[in-house]
């Protein structure tokens, strides 16, 4: 398909439609319109307005064209926009405003930190485009969202909610979700928002396709989403609070992101589970089954999780051995020694690595794939080992604060080297089921080509969503200084 | 001087030296205070180290002999000493520094040498990794050289440089325009933006290396690969070579930040290069690249253990390139694991269950079902039949690898009125026979019929013949109870031998053991008795004996498959294509024979036995010769030796020799199961297999007799059509 004037129309509508949101929460804020129209060296927020308009449908333009014909369906044009967001947070919030109004370009963490509600912004702009460019008929790989997977979104969102308040309850951190009001609201608005977060989850990705383990990334991603929307956005405001995206009042909510991104993947992890419950009696067609049995798949996944996770844990130990993280860990076996700590963590470095085996089976075959998924699981175990079971485990309040975030900063460096060498070993191992050329015939040749492509199309953007949550991440975490 | 101490002078004068600082330290060491303790530590290293580390090492030496044999063969490089050189070093520091390393023992460290033993862990890992990297970084040079790198999709080795070499490039050109704005925001300037501009020639060509992609995905790769970048250089890389502690804490962000910001805008930017550059690169896409390619034809003949070893070694050996074009023509469409066929005589395994399909074992092979029938050497075609077509295969290469068939013709009456055990169906229809015959005596008035119907003779001493007697034996006892005018005692197993001692190939103390087991269990076995003949009610010995029976399984004599009498070959008296110690035929270029229809020389002036075990190194051996040969490299002799031999003498006993090591009994019968339940090829045969036992141990045997026609009366009938072909 080549980008043509449809496809920048559809564009310059999203574009449009992500400055509105973007508009409205600048002039929520105060102050960011006038500084846009500093460009043109006036102060008047309508004009500040106007040239964010056209920016911004200039840009949906770029975006409705680079996405022209690529493989995605509604959800992951989300997660493109998000990214494409971000990067021009990067080159135009963060460089080319300043450079147009005359100031030098600061990069350094203060500047960044001053400009958090600008990356807000821009996320909510990317995300906005990308949910109207869908909408708009965008999406390649349209599935519509069946009843019944509505319902399953519902109820596994529903769950997935509960879940959310109750761990936020159980560490006093009610207030950073916006639901410190009376119990029966605070449930009932848990049950309502995650089920409606449940249902367009399901409207976003009706039926998942591949193993579980994109799914979970997925989840993380829009764990991301629904962070910026409630807590965020839509509680503080629904309570009369006003939008808190600038950095104080958003590292207050911080402690809210960590549950969040975990409710996202839990919210997946049921709605597949859920998924599969239904499907199991009624519709086992065994034309969509994979080629091998679930044995097979199992125990070979296990077998290269196992060696991938070991390479994978070594690497992370390195991390633990600079930052004197082994004792910690070998708390959970009850002990203090760093001997114990290695053998623990070499233990769980393994598991996991079999966890990923299984998860992401023949899903990070090329390199770059085997990246983007190994990362992101990093980061996935990060926000569940380093800051949720580990203390849980040691008996320490859990560790979701701004401050919690930046205590587990060497921990995350640690996972993402671990996410990284698991991964490419296992991309190394599988390599040997499906060398790049052994398609025997044309016709395997095409359907290898054609699943590698939808790969490209869809799962990059995930990948960049995770490392946009990475630097929000940071932002959120380093104490202003 | 070399006549009396018989090495170099050298060498006697390093010893020298060696013993004298050995003196100094005992001398020196007499003297401390502990000396006591250090006697202790110094006589418990030697037993850790030569009776638990030695082993270790040893273990994990032939881990890695055996992970990088292949790299070596495809490359000639000695990989595995880019392996032990850095491992010995970082073991010999681990044991100069090994207190300090551990932090034990820091008080005496700290008194006597002044030195606090501080960060002794950290320095000794990055010594190692920097061991490990330098040893990394010439076997990539010295492979690279060999050219045995694998390449990446599309593209062979030294367009992979040429990918590195654009992303890089596309790298520092993104590089340089992001250097310019960050520039004036770093305290040192110019001075310090320049390095940094260089360096983004690295993220620019891990960009390059992961290769095209679409213009939004080239985008997200960016920021991908820029976080990547910064937590690997600015958090780690940068203050470790400044010397500076690595914490990754929240200061060291602080004071990188700006990085961050730089290398997701460099990121960014070089994607998006990237997505200009890219496709002017010489690459096609693999399917494309791997139909162009003229490759060298391969056809094996053969889908035995020595056909399946060479076909499944020419697949790892083209892991990274398509270097040749196999076809595998098979007239089953199956691998036998021929070992456990008395076990589904004896109903113990589902047939199904020990063989594996060859699409599956070998699945970059063209996998061919059908029969060879007819070779042209002059021009270098192989005729096959498969079902009703008739192909023509042309070759550069032809492996013969067609095994032997059961040599029934040798004595009257074998072709009607004996069961062979070489074949699944063969299995099938020996456990069928034996059950229907029991069914019959159920029934059967007449004591004399009744005692033939009930009388199973085996003939060959073999190890077919031996572990078939046992397997019938064991199936006819666990069925009894569904028979219920037969008693055990009505039960007769006879195994015929001609030679002095069963199991040839094991040894007299062994073969000992097996006589007295089967006699102990009620077979009788006749030995150094020929059979005369073989009549529908009785089995003639050539003593004139009679044995009335109903049942005779034949297990005596192999030839090789008869389609190698029409190869103008040399040929070995027992009619095996004669073949030099690399495996090919002498005086017929690529033509190549294995397995049992060879005859292969080994070093001892002796040929390789036809065993499964010497069929698969026969194989490997020949797919790396072919491959060697392919490459204008020379062929290696084949050398091997027996390993050991099994056999399962039925219920929990068996005979086994490995390495000149004798086993008898539940041991040997346990080890005879689990090294075939490991060599048995695939997995899933393995779990089923290993199910199949346990089931065996929980259930009674099955009596289902599911071929409908009677399997003699098939047999003779198929004999009798095969006699009327040769005869036209």
């Given at each position: 398909v080549r980008p043509d004037a449809a496809w920048a129309r559809r564009g310059a509508a999203a574009g449009l439609a992500g400055g509105v949101v973007f508009g409205a929460a600048m002039l929520a804020l105060g102050g960011a319109l006038p500084a846009i129209a500093g460009i043109v060296r006036s102060d008047a927020t309508v004009v500040g307005l106007l040239i964010h308009a056209v920016v911004a449908t200039a840009i949906g333009v770029l975006f409705g064209l680079l996405t022209a014909g690529r493989r995605t369906g509604p959800g992951e044009l989300v997660f493109w926009g998000m990214a494409y967001g971000t990067l021009w947070w990067l080159?135009?919030?963060?460089?080319l405003l300043p450079w147009l109004r005359g100031e030098p370009v600061d990069w350094s963490l203060d500047a960044v930190q001053a400009a958090f509600p600008s990356l807000l912004g821009h996320v909510a702009y990317g995300a906005t485009a990308g949910a109207v460019l869908g909408a708009l008929g965008?999406?390649?790989?349209a599935a519509r969202a069946g009843r019944w997977s509505l319902v399953r979104g519902a109820l596994a969102g529903a769950l997935a909610g509960l879940a959310f308040t109750w761990a936020l309850a159980d560490g006093g951190l009610l207030g950073a979700a916006g639901l410190d009001g009376p119990p029966v609201v605070r449930w009932a608005l848990a049950l309502l928002l995650g089920a409606l977060a449940g249902m367009a989850y399901s409207a976003l990705y009706p039926r998942p396709r591949g193993t579980l383990g994109p799914g979970l990334v997925r989840g993380l991603s829009f764990g991301f989403l629904l962070w910026l929307a409630l807590p965020l956005t839509l509680l503080p405001v629904l309570a009369g609070d006003g939008l808190p995206w600038e950095l104080a009042e958003a590292r207050e909510r911080a402690a809210a992101l960590t549950p969040s991104l975990l409710g996202g993947v839990l919210l997946v992890a049921l709605y597949r589970t859920l998924g599969a419950l239904a499907g199991a009696?009624?519709?086992?067609?065994p034309a969509e089954l994979?080629?091998?049995?679930v044995g097979t798949r199992a125990l070979q996944g296990l077998g290269r999780g196992t060696v991938g996770g070991l390479v994978g844990g070594l690497l992370f130990t390195y991390v633990l051995v600079e930052v004197d993280g082994l004792d910690r860990i070998a708390g959970i076996a009850g002990g203090s020694s760093p001997t114990l700590g290695l053998a623990v963590h070499l233990l769980i470095a393994v598991v996991l690595g079999m966890t990923y085996g299984l998860l992401f089976r023949h899903e990070g075959g090329e390199a770059e794939a085997a990246l983007g998924w190994g990362l992101s699981y990093g980061v996935l175990w990060w926000l569940l080992g380093n800051l949720t079971l580990l203390p849980l485990l040691l008996g320490e309040p859990l560790e979701w604060t701004a401050d919690g975030l930046a205590g587990g900063f060497p921990s995350l460096i640690g996972h993402l080297a671990y996410g990284a060498g698991l991964a490419l070993v296992l991309a190394a191992l599988e390599r040997r089921d499906n060398p790049w050329w052994s398609a025997l015939t044309p016709a395997r040749a095409r359907r290898a080509e054609l699943r590698r492509m939808r790969t490209a199309d869809a799962a990059p953007g995930l990948w960049a969503v995770v490392t946009v949550l990475v630097v929000c991440v940071l932002c959120l975490a380093a104490p202003p200084g | 001087m070399r006549a009396l101490y018989g090495a170099t002078p050298v060498h006697a004068l390093a010893h020298l030296a060696a013993l004298a600082l050995a003196g100094f330290a005992v001398l020196h060491l007499a003297q401390a205070r502990d000396a006591a303790n250090v006697l202790l530590w110094f006589v418990g290293a030697i037993v850790l180290h030569d009776f638990l580390l030695l082993p270790l090492y040893t273990v994990l030496d032939r881990v890695a002999q055996l992970g990088t044999r292949n790299l070596e063969r495809a490359s000639g490089v000695r990989v595995i000493n880019h392996l032990r050189v850095p491992a010995g070093i970082s073991l010999l520091l681990l044991l100069v520094f090994f207190p300090s390393v551990c932090g034990r023992n820091t008080r005496n460290l700290a008194g006597v040498g002044?030195?606090?033993?501080?960060?002794y862990l950290e320095r000794w890992l990055l010594a190692s990794a920097l061991l490990f990297g330098v040893s990394l970084l010439l076997l990539l040079v010295r492979l690279a050289r060999a050219g045995a790198l694998p390449s990446r999709p599309g593209a062979h080795a030294p367009r992979v440089l040429l990918w590195l070499a654009a992303g890089a490039a596309t790298g520092l050109v993104a590089g340089l325009a992001v250097g310019l704005v960050r520039a004036p925001q770093v305290a040192e300037g110019a001075t310090a933006t320049l390095p940094w501009i260089l360096l983004c020639a690295v993220p620019g060509a891990v960009i390059g290396a992961l290769g095209a992609a679409s213009a939004p995905a080239a985008l997200a790769r960016g920021l991908l690969v820029g976080l990547l970048w910064w937590a690997t250089w600015t958090l780690t890389l940068a203050p470790l070579l400044d010397g500076e502690p690595l914490t990754w804490d929240m200061d060291a962000v602080r004071a990188g930040f700006a990085d961050l910001v730089a290398s997701g805008l460099h990121g960014g930017l070089a994607g998006a290069l990237w997505v200009l550059v890219a496709p002017r690169l010489p690459a096609r896409s693999p399917a494309e690249r791997a139909a162009a390619a003229d490759l060298p034809r391969v056809v094996v003949l053969g889908g035995g253990f020595a056909g399946v070893a060479v076909a499944q070694r020419l697949e790892r050996l083209a892991r990274h390139h398509p270097r040749w074009d196999v076809t595998l023509v098979s007239e089953g469409n199956f691998l036998l694991f021929t070992p456990m066929l008395p076990e589904v005589a004896g109903g113990a395994l589902e047939a199904r269950h020990i063989a594996a399909p060859l699409r599956a074992a070998c699945p970059r092979t063209r996998v061919l079902q059908g029969r060879a029938e007819g070779i042209d050497l002059e021009a270098r075609t192989v005729a096959v039949r498969s079902g009703e077509r008739e192909l023509e295969l042309r070759f550069d290469h032809l492996v013969l690898a067609l095994g032997a068939e059961p040599s029934l013709q040798r004595v009257p009456g074998v072709v009607e009125h004996a069961l062979p055990l070489a074949s699944l169906a063969d299995a099938e229809a020996a456990r069928e026979h034996l059950l229907g015959r029991m069914q019959a005596a159920d029934l059967e008035a007449d004591p004399a019929e009744r005692a033939a119907l009930l009388t199973f003779a085996v003939v060959g001493g073999g190890f077919a013949g031996v572990e078939g007697v046992a397997e019938l034996r064991d199936l006819a006892h666990r069925v009894m109870r569904y028979f219920p005018s037969l008693e055990p005692g009505d039960l007769r197993f006879v195994l015929v031998h001609s030679g002095a001692r069963v199991l040839p190939e094991l040894g007299p103390e062994l073969a000992d053991f097996t006589l007295e087991h089967l006699r102990g269990r009620g077979v009788e076995v006749l030995l150094g008795t020929r059979v005369e003949r073989v009549r529908e009610d009785a089995l003639v010995l050539a003593t004139g004996r009679e044995i009335a029976t109903r049942t005779v399984v034949w297990t005596a004599g192999n030839r090789p498959n008869r389609l190698v009498e029409d190869v103008a070959v040399e040929r070995s008296r027992a009619g095996a294509v004669v073949v030099d110690e690399t495996l090919r035929v002498p005086g017929v270029p690529g033509l190549w024979a294995a397995g049992d229809c060879a005859s292969v020389p080994d070093h001892h002036g002796s040929t390789h036995p036809p065993t499964a075990q010497h069929a698969l190194r026969e194989g490997r051996a020949l797919a790396d010769n072919l491959a060697a040969v392919l490459a204008g490299a020379e062929p290696e002799p084949l050398r091997f030796e027996t390993l050991g031999s099994l056999a399962a003498l039925g219920h929990r006993s068996g005979v086994a020799e490995i390495r000149g090591v004798r086993f008898s009994g539940a041991l040997a019968w346990a080890m005879w199961r689990a090294i075939y339940l490991m060599k048995l090829p695939g997995l899933e045969k393995r779990v089923r297999v290993a199910l199949d036992w346990l089931l065996d141990i929980a259930f009674p045997r099955d009596i289902v007799l599911a071929r409908r026609a009677d399997p003699v009366a098939e047999r003779r009938r198929e004999a009798l059509l095969a006699e009327r072909r040769e005869t036209v």
């Open positions: 080159l135009g919030g963060l460089t965008a999406a390649v790989v009696g009624v519709q086992d067609d994979a080629d091998e049995g | 002044g030195v606090e033993p501080e960060g």
